[in-house]
């Protein structure tokens, strides 16, 4: 394998490269291990730069930064509440398993479809 055989793009670098191997190694012809070896050592500018990770946002003084971590504590330690809008369970319509007006033991508790539609307090869901 001869250096003309290499593409241009490789030879500028290899050519660098070969300024840095011993002298012994330039004159024997260059080998496929050779090869791989000198485009491997091929450095680029940008491979120690890293972009830096977000940080949080200052918020001036020490004195606004320990209020903040108050308020976000206060608020993480507050016991769950559910919505304002949210459902609240249906009660039951008896107590025990047995139905008193079917005699059933172990039925269902609420009847879904009462009235020929899904409901739910009076909403009705259609599917």
């Known amino acids: 394998m001869s250096f003309s055989l290499i593409p241009f793009v490789f030879k500028s670098s290899i050519d660098a490269a070969l300024q840095k191997v011993p002298r012994a ?5 260059p080998t496929a291990a050779v090869l791989t070896t000198l485009v491997s050592y091929r ?5 120690g730069i890293r972009p830096r990770a977000p940080g949080p946002i200052p918020l001036g003084s020490s004195k ?10 206060n608020a993480e330690s507050a016991p769950a509440t559910s919505h304002p809008d949210a459902r609240e369970p249906v009660p039951e319509e ?7 007006s079917t005699g059933e033991v172990g039925g269902p508790k609420r009847e879904p479809v009462r009235f ?6 009076g909403r009705v869901t259609d599917f």
């Open 116 to 121: 020929g539609d899904w409901s739910f307090k």
């Open 25 to 29: 190694v330039a004159l024997a012809p």
């Open 94 to 100: 008896f107590k025990g398993d047995t139905n008193p």
């Open 64 to 73: 606004d930064q320990a209020e903040f971590e108050r308020l976000v504590k």
């Open 43 to 47: 450095s680029y500018s940008s491979a």
